[in-house]
């Protein structure tokens, strides 16, 4: 990596950016699933800099039980805080702490990075919600003993939802409106989501993915909907809409489909083109929520067992390409080439898989 550092060092000359350090990542015998999502995430600057932040105001030797989150943010300080500009590092702890927390990761077989981000960012979140939960229980406790039995509901402690910083990046709201086409009556119940996972179609776009996401279900014969004002199975029109989007916006492609007739999962190689700047249109709030692309997790290979991960970033203004040790620069235009293949047979196996987005305020971006 010497050579390729001092290559991508030599390629950004006067224009590398002030403090930011570009490291490939060791593999681990089929670690690049990990590989190709850590590099996304590094690269998504709020949430990078939340993480180090919280490392740096949690440290407590005393009390040194590590798990996933100290182990990433670790990882990302160590990253920032090389001294050299480039270069590789291993990942070793994360990855130990990761196949020693989840049995599905430790095999050395094909692992899928969705599944591994999925995981990561709802691991976070538990670390963080019990954290809060006990630093408030603390709270809650100390007061008593000094000043006697305070009151508490005989419905025992109320959970409240705890908004971590995880959420505060990642998390958007679905609603899903349900329109009894009886009575007209409709239902909406609200879900969260720390990201969407999109069906594709051939010669397709983000856009059109999003847009056949919302669309208008009809509810009849087997799956008719229980209307509370008509007290009965009703024919209904349901549909999924964004009520409010997330600052980071991912988008899982569903590439890998369970084929019946094969009895197995195919990749699906079909061309979907996904943008540098994207506009949201059809939220329930925020009309017209703005993206760019900061990361693209891009699936390797014909199948759904096998293959690769690499990751493409853009860090100040420069697209970077992370295939775990090796980091190069890559020009802009280069991005569309992942988008996938128009015909079903081709030699392109490589294939945009999760899309990073991060919303743009007021025309500024914390990655550019």
């Known amino acids: 990596m010497g050579a390729a550092g001092s290559k991508l060092e030599k390629a950004l000359g006067d224009q590398f950016p002030e403090g930011e350090r570009y490291f490939g990542l060791e593999n681990f015998g089929n670690t690049c699933y990990c590989n190709s999502v850590l590099q996304a995430l590094y690269f998504c600057v709020p949430f990078r800099e939340q993480l180090i932040e919280y490392y740096s105001n949690n440290k407590n030797p005393a009390d040194a039980e590590e798990n996933l989150l100290t182990c990433l943010a670790d990882l990302f300080l160590q990253i920032s805080s090389q001294k050299k500009k480039t270069g590789v590092l291993a990942p070793k702890r994360f990855v130990q702490r990761l196949k020693k927390q989840n049995e599905i990761f430790r095999s050395y077989m094909h692992q899928d990075a969705h599944e591994f981000l999925n995981y990561l960012l709802n691991e976070l979140v538990d670390i963080l919600e019990k954290e809060a939960r006990a630093a408030k229980s603390d709270q809650e406790i100390s007061p008593k003993i000094a000043n006697g039995p305070t009151n508490i509901s005989s419905n025992g402690p109320h959970k409240e939802p705890v908004i971590t910083w995880v959420h505060k990046n990642f998390q958007g709201i679905l609603t899903n409106e349900t329109r009894c086409l009886r009575c007209e009556t409709v239902t909406a119940r609200d879900e969260t989501f720390l990201d969407l ?9 983000i856009t059109s993915c999003l847009k056949n996401f919302s669309s208008t279900e009809t509810l009849n014969a087997e799956d008719k909907f ?14 999924m809409k964004i009520k409010r989007p997330p600052q980071i916006l991912v988008i899982h ?13 195919k990749k699906l190689s079909y061309r979907v083109v996904f943008p540098l700047e994207l506009k949201l249109s059809n939220t329930v709030e925020d009309a017209d929520a703005e993206y760019s692309l900061f990361a693209v997790v891009v699936h390797v290979g014909s199948g759904p067992n096998h293959g690769h991960y690499v990751s493409l970033v853009k860090s100040h203004n420069h697209w970077l390409f992370f295939d775990d040790e090796n980091v190069e620069m890559i020009d802009e235009s280069a991005v569309q080439t992942f988008f996938g293949s128009a015909q079903e047979y081709s030699s392109n196996t490589d294939h945009g898989y999760i899309l990073f987005y991060e919303r743009l305020d007021a025309g500024s971006s914390s990655t550019s």
């Open 253 to 265: 492609l569903k590439r890998f489909k369970y084929i019946e007739q094969l009895g197995r999962y």
């Open 226 to 239: 229980f209307c509370d004002k008509c007290c009965s199975l009703q024919e209904a029109q349901k549909r």
């Open 197 to 205: 996972s999109l069906d594709i179609e051939q010669n397709s776009s």
